[in-house]
C-alpha cells in the first residue's frame, strides 16, 4: 500500500450509457412467503464453498413482531429446480428489540471463519442494549439447530466500549481476531474502531483501537477493510474540518494504533460517505459517498463514487464520479472492483426504485433498473452492502420488492 500524502479527484464524470442492453436479472428468493420469514435484507451476501448464500435481514422472524420482528439469519441453498430458504437464527428470543440479551436488527453483513462459523454484529440488544458481537455455530453433523453465542455486548455512553455497530460487516485477520466498527462510544461518545481477540478458552478480549473525537472523523458506519500489512482503512460519515466525513487509516507498530486522515471531504464536491473501502490491485481506495457533487437531488445533490489515490508513484490518476439524477443517485454503502477490467460495479437508489451501475473509468452504464416487471417484483430500493460476484454473476439484496414486498435477493449478468 502507497504511504503519504493522498488525493481524491473532482473530474466530473456524466456520461451515462442509458441506451445499453439491460442485463438479465434473477430473483433468487423474495421474503415474506411465508409466516416467520425474514424481511428487508440488508448488508450483502455471503457465499461458502458449496455455493449456499448467507445473509442477514433487520426485521421479521419469529419474536418480538409487535416491532415487526427483530431479525434473522438466513441460508439459501441452491438445487436444480431452484433455491430453497432456511431461516437459521431468529433474534431476540426474548424481551423486546432493545433488551433481548441474543441481539437484534442485524443491519451488517456476515463473514465466516474455517469451521463454517458465522459472525456478525446486531445494532440494538445485548446485555448493554447498543448491540452484540455474535458468533453462530452449524450443528454437529450438519442435524440439528445452529447455535449462537454473544462474544460482546456493546454499551453506548461508555469511554471504554462502542454502542450500535451499523451496517459495516466484520473482518478476520489470519489469526481470527475480529475488528469493526461502532456509530457511537468511545472517548468522546462518537464512535470506535473496536478489536475482538480470542482467547483461546471460548471467550475474546475487546480492545479500541481509535476512538474518533470530531476533527479526526465522526461516526464510522461501515466497517474496516483490511490490507496486506494488516493496515485497516474505513470511512467516518461526519467529522473533519466541514463536518462531511473523512478517509482514514489505522497503522499499528510497538502494540499501539495511529490513525491518519488521508482525506477530509469539503462538502461541496463531496459528503458524508457512507460505505466500506474497497481495494484495487494497485491499492487505490474506493467507496461511495451520500451528499453533494453536481446533482439535483432532493437531498443536498446526489452523491458518488471516489477513487482515492497516492501523490506519489505511478498510479497518480483519479476520478470522482458524480450522479446527476437522471440515472440514479446516492450510492448505498460500497462498491465492487473487478480486478480483470477495472470496471467499479455498484448500487444506487436515490429518485427511483434503484439501479445496478457499472462505472468503466468516468462513465456509467446502468446495468438493471429496478421496477422492471410488474408490481415490482424484480426488487426494488437496492440494500446497504456491496454486491458481490460468484460464478460470473453479480448477487446483492433490495429491501422492498419481490412477489410480498420484503425485499429479494437477487443475481444479474455483468
Not at 35 to 56: C, H, M, Q, R, Y
Not at 109 to 128: H, Q, R, V
Not at 367 to 387: A, M, V
Amino acid at each position: 500500500m502507497h504511504r503519504g500524502l493522498w488525493r481524491i479527484g473532482l473530474v466530473l464524470g456524466i456520461l451515462c450509457g442509458g441506451a445499453a442492453a439491460q442485463s438479465i436479472e434473477t430473483v433468487v428468493y423474495s421474503f415474506g412467503g411465508y409466516e416467520n420469514d425474514g424481511a428487508g435484507p440488508t448488508g450483502g451476501v455471503l457465499f461458502d464453498k458449496s455455493g449456499n448464500i448467507f445473509g442477514v435481514t433487520p426485521t421479521g422472524g419469529m419474536f418480538c413482531t409487535q416491532d415487526s420482528g427483530c431479525g434473522t439469519v438466513f441460508e439459501l441453498s441452491p438445487s436444480a429446480t431452484g433455491w430453497t430458504e432456511q431461516v437459521l437464527y431468529n433474534f431476540c428470543t426474548t424481551g423486546n428489540q432493545y433488551t433481548c440479551p441474543d441481539g437484534s436488527l442485524p443491519y451488517a453483513g456476515l463473514i465466516s471463519d474455517s469451521s463454517g462459523n458465522l459472525y456478525g454484529t446486531t445494532t440494538y440488544g445485548g446485555t448493554g442494549t447498543y448491540g452484540t458481537v455474535f458468533r453462530l455455530s452449524p450443528p454437529p453433523n450438519g442435524i440439528g439447530a445452529w447455535t449462537e453465542n454473544v462474544l460482546w455486548n456493546f454499551e453506548r455512553g461508555k469511554k471504554n466500549n462502542g454502542g450500535s455497530p451499523e451496517y459495516g460487516r466484520l473482518n478476520m485477520d489470519a489469526t481470527g481476531n475480529l475488528y469493526g466498527t461502532t456509530g457511537f462510544g468511545g472517548a468522546s461518545g462518537v464512535g470506535t474502531v473496536f478489536e475482538l481477540s480470542p482467547t483461546g478458552t471460548g471467550t475474546y478480549d475487546f480492545s479500541i483501537l481509535h476512538s474518533f473525537a470530531g476533527p479526526d472523523g465522526s461516526h464510522p458506519g461501515y466497517g474496516v477493510a483490511i490490507d496486506k500489512s494488516g493496515n485497516l482503512y474505513g470511512t467516518t460519515c461526519y467529522g473533519g474540518p466541514a463536518n462531511s466525513g473523512v478517509v482514514y487509516e489505522l497503522t499499528q507498530a510497538n502494540g499501539a494504533w495511529t490513525e491518519t486522515v488521508l482525506y477530509h471531504f469539503n462538502g461541496k464536491s463531496g459528503a458524508n460517505p457512507l460505505s466500506s473501502i474497497s481495494f484495487d490491485e494497485a491499492g487505490n481506495l474506493y467507496g461511495t459517498f451520500e451528499n453533494a457533487g453536481i446533482g439535483d437531488c432532493a437531498l443536498g445533490a446526489c452523491g458518488g463514487v471516489f477513487k482515492l489515490v497516492t501523490q506519489s508513484g505511478i498510479n497518480d490518476q483519479e476520478y470522482s464520479y458524480q450522479f446527476d439524477g437522471q440515472d440514479g443517485g446516492n450510492p448505498p454503502a460500497g462498491v465492487l472492483v473487478d480486478a480483470g477490467t477495472g470496471s467499479v460495479f455498484g448500487t444506487s437508489w436515490n429518485g427511483g426504485p434503484g439501479n445496478v451501475f457499472q462505472l468503466r473509468g468516468r462513465t456509467e452504464n446502468v446495468l438493471y433498473q429496478f421496477c422492471s416487471l410488474p408490481d415490482c417484483s424484480d426488487g426494488r430500493y437496492p440494500s446497504f452492502g456491496t454486491i458481490v460476484e460468484h460464478s460470473e454473476q453479480l448477487y446483492g439484496e433490495t429491501g422492498s420488492g419481490g412477489v410480498y414486498d420484503e425485499g429479494v435477493v437477487y443475481s444479474i449478468s455483468k
